[in-house]
């Protein structure tokens, strides 16, 4: 008894240094560090991010030429390019509204897909329809409810976009959507680079997704492979692509929203990341991010943003930020406003330097070399530390396999009951099955890697591969 007596206060006085050590790491914690070493972007490459902010924003309007709650900008808008607007009505529940625009002053199909609205029990429905991996995409694991809505629309409106890409094959086509609508905007990339022949086999480079405010709707290893076309928009602090929570269990507990949050962060500071990583079925945000860093730790007010972008894989926004602002950064009205302030004093800046002309064109040919270095690093990243179905980086874009032959049937059937249901012909069973026959690459050494990313000279120096710096 006297033992248990003398235990109980020194288990107490671990347990309390336990909790102020967890307490004063969390407190000091800021957005900051999740792109403290990323590096900066260019005006050229953020240019739409306010644009497409303002595209999200008029899918609110009931009439786009009488706008009621328009910005002081204003929404940029033709409504004579405006194609069509499916409203709730329209999709019956079952993806939220959203606009096509043709957009001929930047040469661009936009699909503009609106963010969660509180009143349609649908957007809920959507959200619902996911277990932890449930659904099965490209050799890793994406939103069953979202990949859903997003078959959907591209079944309603594939004729529409076959026609206008085939019509404007200079175009881009760009889908952008905010908070839920991020998640179909992001599924819809996916479906038409996986099967571009349905839009008249359109080029990859030719398809972008915007995704404001993203949800974390696709495994790891999707993430980095499709980061060439997806760009994610985070404000600051927001919570949403830092909540590892399923998006089911987040909205059942949206009026207690901030204890959720909260034991969720003291839950997810216990476990390792590299567990984390180590979970094929766990839920990212995907693509090349971009962060929008306003604010200083321990400093009141706002300060000039400034826009950090990187494809990064470890540290990617795993940690909830415990902030009165984790909920407003994720409202779009801030974030284009924030991300067109950022754009105006990059533009600024640029401006001072006067720059020529061939000097820029010249600037954005590296920086597009500099990404696609960046995001082949990212790709090595994934494969060094095992990541599930991470194969080698021999493709271009990164081709991620399944480990046995009962995993690729099984994918197989998942991707051949997805495509049935988005109208794809029976010919992407066949597709299927050539991209999956390489086995996993089961691991890969420190000596394999440096062999892979460095090759020695005469005097017997490492030094990077030609062929590298070529890319």
């Known amino acids: 008894m006297s033992i248990l007596c003398g235990c109980c206060p020194l288990l107490e006085c671990v347990?309390?240094?336990g909790c102020a050590r967890w307490a004063y790491k969390r407190c000091l914690y800021t957005a900051g560090h999740d792109s403290q070493d990323w590096g900066l972007a260019t005006p050229h490459e953020f240019e739409p991010v306010p644009r497409f902010c303002r595209y999200i924003l008029s899918v609110y309007e009931d009439d786009i030429r009488n706008p009621l709650w328009e910005p002081p900008e204003g929404y940029g808008i033709n409504p004579d390019w405006l194609l069509l607007k499916k409203t709730y009505e329209d999709t019956q529940g079952r993806a939220p509204a959203y606009v096509l625009y043709l957009d001929h002053d930047h040469k661009d199909v936009v699909v503009a897909i609106r963010g969660l609205n509180l009143a349609k029990e649908s957007d809920y429905a959507v959200l619902l329809d996911n277990k932890l991996g449930e659904r099965k995409f490209d050799g890793g694991y994406v939103h069953n409810g979202l990949l859903k809505a997003a078959g959907w629309v591209l079944d309603e409106e594939c004729e529409v976009l076959r026609e206008l890409v085939v019509k404007y094959p200079s175009y881009t086509l760009t889908f952008a959507g905010h908070s839920l609508g991020s998640g179909v905007a992001t599924m819809l990339a996916l479906l038409v680079v996986r099967r571009p022949d349905r839009l008249g086999?359109?080029?990859?480079?030719?398809?972008?997704?915007?995704?404001?405010?993203p949800a974390r709707c696709m495994s790891l290893n999707l993430a980095v492979r499709y980061a060439d076309v997806i760009n994610s928009v985070v404000l600051q602090d927001d919570f949403l692509p830092r909540t590892a929570t399923?998006?089911?269990?987040?909205?059942?507990?949206?009026?207690?929203?901030p204890?959720?949050?909260?034991?969720?962060?003291?839950?997810?500071?216990?476990?390792?990341?590299?567990?984390?990583?180590?979970?094929?079925r766990r839920l990212y945000a995907p693509g090349r991010m971009y962060h929008i860093v306003e604010r200083k730790p321990c400093r009141l007010g706002r300060f000039p943003p400034v826009v950090k972008t990187a494809v990064p894989v470890d540290g990617r926004f795993e940690h909830i930020v415990l902030s009165c602002n984790a909920t407003?950064?994720?409202?779009?009205i801030w974030i284009e406003r924030e991300a067109q302030r950022a754009l105006n004093l990059m533009l600024e800046k640029e401006k001072r330097m006067e720059i020529p002309e061939k000097q820029r064109m010249e600037r954005q040919e590296s920086l597009a070399r500099e990404h696609n270095l960046e995001y082949r690093a990212a790709l090595r990243r994934a494969v060094t530390l095992d990541v599930p179905h991470a194969d080698s980086?021999?493709?271009?874009?990164?081709?991620?396999?399944?480990?046995?032959?009962?995993?690729?049937?099984?994918?197989?059937?998942e991707t051949e009951s997805i495509t049935s249901k988005v109208g794809e012909s029976s010919s992407s069973s066949s597709s299927v099955r050539q991209s999956y026959k390489r086995r996993r690459n089961r691991g890969v050494s420190w000596d394999e890697l440096i062999e892979s990313l460095f090759e020695r000279d005469e005097?017997?120096?490492?030094t990077f591969e030609k062929s590298d710096l070529r890319r």
Do not use: W
């Open 15 to 17: 347990y309390c240094l």
């Open 201 to 213: 086999n359109i080029d990859r480079k030719r398809v972008r997704c915007f995704a404001i405010a």
């Open 246 to 257: 399923p998006l089911e269990d987040i909205f059942k507990s949206l009026f207690c929203l």
């Open 259 to 280: 204890c959720l949050l909260c034991i969720r962060c003291m839950k997810d500071t216990c476990v390792p990341e590299q567990k984390m990583l180590k979970d094929p």
């Open 328 to 332: 407003s950064d994720h409202a779009i």
């Open 393 to 413: 980086i021999e493709s271009e874009y990164g081709t991620f396999d399944k480990t046995q032959e009962d995993e690729t049937e099984e994918e197989e059937e």
């Open 459 to 462: 005097s017997g120096n490492l």
